[in-house]
Every structure is written in C-alpha cells, then in structure tokens.
C-alpha cells in the first residue's frame, strides 16, 4: 500500500524538498519536449511506412531532427494576426492547449517498483514517487485538465474572426464534451475498483499482475482508447480539422510560434493520453522484476512503462494509418448511442459484482451472469430501438 | 472481421519494399530515346554536321530555334557542305522537346542528349547558343554549370536517329541509315524493333 501523500513532502519542508521537486519538473519538462518530438517524428516515419513511403530522411540520421528544423523553422516565421480576432483570446487560446498537456503529465507515475516495493525511489537521498505530483483527486485532476484543454481549441476557432475555424471549433466543442462524457464513465469502473482516486495509488492496486484491463472486463478499457483518441482528435476522430473540409480547422488562422504551440499540444496530448491509459488499465510501470536492487527501483519499472507507452503510440499512429474520417452524424451517435451507455450499463454491473463481492449473503457468480446477460439484453434493444426509429425516419423520408 | 481488416493492410506494409527513389542522390535509369537538352553533331573528322539549312528552325512548332547560315570559309571549312550554322540558337523557355528539328535535320547534325535536369536562373542563360550546344573534342556534350550530368549520360546523345527506320519501314530497320559521330564513330542499331521481335 502507498502512502497517501508523497513521502516527500509528509515531513517538514525545507530547500531540499523544494529543490527534489524542481529538479523532478525539469526533468519532467524535458522528457515530454523530448517525447514530442521524437512522436512527431515516429508518426511521419511510421506513417510513411505504412503507405510504403519513406518519410522524413533528411535531417540527421534517419531524419530524426526534421523535428526539431521543422520547430525552429516555425519560430522565425511571421506570426500573423487576423483582423477580425479577438486579439487577446486568440494569443490566450494556444496556451489553454499546452499547459493542460504539461499538467497531465504530472501526475503520471512513470516508474517505481509497485509490486516488491512500495512505489518510491530514492533521490539524493530523499523518499519519493517517481512522479511531479500526487494529488489525492489525480484522476479528476487529470478529466479537468483535458476538459480546460478543450477551451483552448473551442476558444481559437470562436476568436480567429473567421468561418472555417468557426466550424472547426463548433465541432470540437460538441465533440469533446460528448466524448469527455464517455471517457469519465470509462475511468469510473477503474476507479471503483481501484477504490482511489490517486494515480499512484491505481498504479499500486495494479502491482500483482491484477491490471485493470482484464478486471475491468476488456470493456472500459476500449471505450476508454476510442473516446480517448475522439478527445484527442486524432484521426479516425479529427473532424476539429479536417483539412479536406475545414482547411485546417480551428488553427486555420494560426502561424508561426502559436501553430506551433498547438501542434505541440496536440502531440504531447497524444503521449499523455497514452501515459494515462497506461496509467488506469496496463499497471503503469508493474512488470516482471529480476535482477538486483537498483534494477527493480530505476530501470525496470521506467522500462516497462515506456515500453507499453510506445504501444498506445504505435496505436495511436496505426489507427491514423488505417481509418477514414467519422461523419459528423456518425461520431455523434457512435458517442451517444454506443459508448455512453455502454460505459454506463458496464459500470452498474461491475458494482453489482463489487457489492457482490463484498457481501457473503449473495451469489456472486448468478450476480455475474445475470448482469452480463442484462447488459447485453439491454444494447440489444437498444440496436432495435435505434434500427426502428431509423426505419421510421427513411419512411417519412428524413434521411435516405 | 471487416473493422479489422484494414489494420492488417497497413500493418503488412510495413514489411513491404519502398517503392521511393532517393532522387537526387540516385537517379532512375532514363530510356535510351529520351527527349532532353539538345546538342550539335560533329562527323568523326571534327566537322560540324549543320549546314545552316534552316529547316529545324522552320519545323518548330514552338519556335525556338533560331539559326542563321553562311558561307564556309574556303580555307578552313567549318563543315563538309557549301555552307555552316554560323549562328544557332536554342531558346529552353520555350522548346517543348518534340524533336520534330531532329526529324528534320537532313544531316543529322541536331539529336537530343538524355539530359533534362537543369535549371538556370536567368533569360539568357535559358537560350543556349552554338557554342554550348556543339559537342566537344571528345564528341561529348559540354556540360554546363547549371545542368546535373552524371557518370556515363553524356554517352547516349543521339538516341532517337537509331530507334527509327525512314519513313517506317519495317525492312530497313537496323539497317545502319546514318553516318558516323565524333568519339562514337557509326553507332550501331538498337535490336529487337521489329514486330515479330527479330533482328540482324
């Protein structure tokens, strides 16, 4: 069991607590600067690969630094400001993106033996988690932060003074929130299980093999990557851009340092998208320990939480590889009509078997397939009902 | 699985050979008979093969060429007919490589080199006169600053001449129909043009 609170910080606190803690920021920072670039890169490459193309090749070995040329090229250009803008919102909205994509990753374990230890590493000398932060409300925090994130894309569209972005923006809030909606119902069985809100704390209910992903049922943890990419608005989910239709969306106004902060904000999103997901259903850095001691604390937990990292990266660009866009129409009713209540429904069964579980006077098995059953009975008619309401509309002759 | 499927497309090209070329840094073999930059013939004594007749010049549907002859100094004849291209010029902003001048050509005097790749960047250099357009000594192509030669393209410089029979016949093909070049002598026929496939 981890403590509450980072040990650090439930003794007095002096220079070198304060000191620890800047240094984990820093390094915190770097890491994901570092991190976006290299996805910005991975995603060119891989996708290039996957069309049979090579990509990016030029800069530095494999065209590693294209990256970094491309970010240094942005900084130089002209940073345009449309007449029509709300000037203050329009220079506000591209930081509404970053900061929340920084803040997420705070609270993201990255590494610490969970599964022989207690979580905590030892820095210079100081007892302390291998993350910037441990808020007691880390999963809430981590909801906030990506709902303040979606302001940042809804307010760039509304203040650029322009129509396309408009669209792009309108989209974008009704996307993000409707999907926010599913992804929190999909943490809410992990959090039920879990009994914690504190991402460490998840991460240590996870440290014997026990990962959320198959004691939740599979369920939660798919509704939690399809809303989770509609949040981030990757393909297939990228409507908020769209460039086919909308130019380039909500940043079609944008140029220079601030389209650079919002393509920053849309990668490092995607990482600390993957981290979280890491977080809540893989057991974070929990893995096979061996070796000796300074293996197990630094090497091998890190080690295996990069490496599912790298996974949901993998995935992340797989499914920009291989799906079409969403229509408007067909994201809505996938939102509402398929992962809400999907969510919903999963989540009243898994308390079922909690309360179940907990209580000896009850059946837990018959509690279990009852509730299966149900639930499955329950999207059946669901279907039905959307498949007659459909058939009713197509003899009116609303849609076709 | 349809909703899968198309994972496995993409997933399985990743295996797959890259069809891209790294172009600047290899280049595709290009066919013998392409249309480039064009150069001026010499015979094999060093004579010059245009005789100032004019006829590219009146062929040319984009009309750039433009060429004014006169009569070869007696003493030291440019070229073994009565007269010489005394000026010959070759406007690339607008030629369009149809090679109706080397049709034309009753010596065989203009041919295209395979050379496409280059790029100057002002008017006059675009206009490429008689000097640059000349083989030299070595019955090569002169190579100019802003054009991408590379190892072994300055050979192939008359490739249409040797892929047609006159006026299409069948018979006469790879039958020798043109005279010698400087460095190159009697180039021989391409093989295999006929329709049944056969040659000498």
């Not at chain 1, 396309?164 to 996307?175: D, E, I, M, N």
């Not at chain 2, 890259?18 to 015979?43: D, I, S």
């Amino acid at each position: 069991m981890t403590p509450l609170v980072d040990p650090l910080l439930s003794g007095p606190i002096g220079l070198q607590e304060i000191l620890v803690v800047v240094f984990k920021v820093v390094v915190a920072f770097a890491f994901l600067m570092v991190a976006v670039m290299f996805m910005v890169w991975f995603e060119r490459k891989l996708i290039g690969d996957m069309q049979n193309r090579i990509g990016p090749n030029r800069a530095g070995p494999w065209g590693i630094l294209q990256t970094l040329a491309d970010g240094v090229k942005l900084f130089f250009k002209e940073d345009l400001l449309p007449d029509n803008a709300d000037r203050f919102v329009f220079k506000l909205a591209p930081y509404l993106a970053l900061i929340p994509a920084f803040l997420i990753f705070t609270v993201v374990p990255v590494g610490g033996n969970y599964s022989t230890g207690d979580g905590t590493v030892s820095l210079f000398g100081e007892e302390t988690l291998l993350q910037v932060a441990d808020p007691p409300v880390g999963v809430l925090f981590v909801l906030a932060m990506s709902s303040v994130a979606v302001y940042g894309v809804m307010l760039a569209g509304w203040s650029s003074g322009s129509k396309y972005p408009l669209l792009g923006s309108v989209r974008a809030t009704a996307q993000m929130i409707s999907y926010e909606a599913a992804l929190s119902l999909s943490v809410l069985s992990v959090i039920l299980l879990s009994g914690t809100l504190s991402t460490s704390g998840i991460v240590a209910e996870q440290s014997q093999w026990n990962w959320n992903l198959w004691l939740t049922g599979f369920i939660p943890f798919a509704i939690f990557l399809i809303s989770g990419t509609a949040e981030l608005n990757r393909p297939p989910f990228d409507l908020v851009e769209a460039e086919q239709e909308l130019v380039g969306g909500f940043h079609t106004e944008y140029s220079a340092v601030r389209f650079a902060l919002f393509f920053l904000a849309e990668f490092m999103n995607t990482v600390t998208m993957s981290a979280i997901i890491v977080t809540l259903f893989l057991g974070g850095p929990n893995g096979p320990m061996f070796g000796p001691e300074w293996l197990q604390s630094w090497v091998l937990p890190s080690l295996w939480f990069f490496l599912k990292l790298f996974v949901f990266l993998f995935v992340f660009v797989w499914f920009r590889a291989t799906l079409p866009r969403f229509r408007y129409d067909q994201l809505m009713d996938m939102g509402w009509k398929l992962l809400i209540p999907a969510a919903l429904g999963w989540f009243l069964i898994l308390a079922g078997i909690q309360v179940a579980s907990d209580n000896d006077d009850i059946n837990l098995a018959l509690v279990v397939i009852v509730g299966v059953a149900i639930f499955f009975a329950g999207m059946g008619l669901l279907m039905l009902a959307m498949r007659s309401s459909r058939r009713q509309r197509q003899l009116s002759g609303v849609t076709d | 699985m349809g909703y899968l499927d198309g994972f496995r497309v993409t997933f399985k090209k990743l295996f797959e050979q890259r069809v891209t070329q790294q172009y600047p840094a290899e280049k595709q073999e290009k066919p013998v008979r392409l249309h480039g930059r064009h150069v001026l013939n010499r015979y094999e004594d060093g004579m010059e093969k245009c005789i100032g007749c004019e006829l590219c010049a009146g062929v040319c549907p984009a009309k750039c060429i433009y060429v004014r002859g006169k009569d070869n100094p007696v003493d030291d004849p440019v070229s073994p007919g009565e007269r010489y291209g005394f000026v010959y010029e070759i406007n690339y902003l607008r030629c369009i490589h149809c090679d109706l001048c080397v049709e034309a050509c009753p010596t065989e005097a203009i041919t295209e080199s395979k050379l496409f790749e280059f790029s100057f960047t002002n008017r006059y250099d675009a206009i490429y006169t008689r000097d640059e357009l000349l083989v030299d000594g070595d019955g090569r192509p002169r190579q100019l600053p802003w054009e991408d030669w590379r190892e072994g393209e300055d050979e192939w410089t008359s490739g249409w001449m040797r892929a047609t029979s006159p006026s299409g016949d069948v018979a006469f093909e790879n039958t020798v129909a043109w005279s010698g070049e400087l460095g190159h002598g009697i180039r021989p026929p391409e093989q295999g043009q006929r329709a049944d496939g056969g040659g000498e």
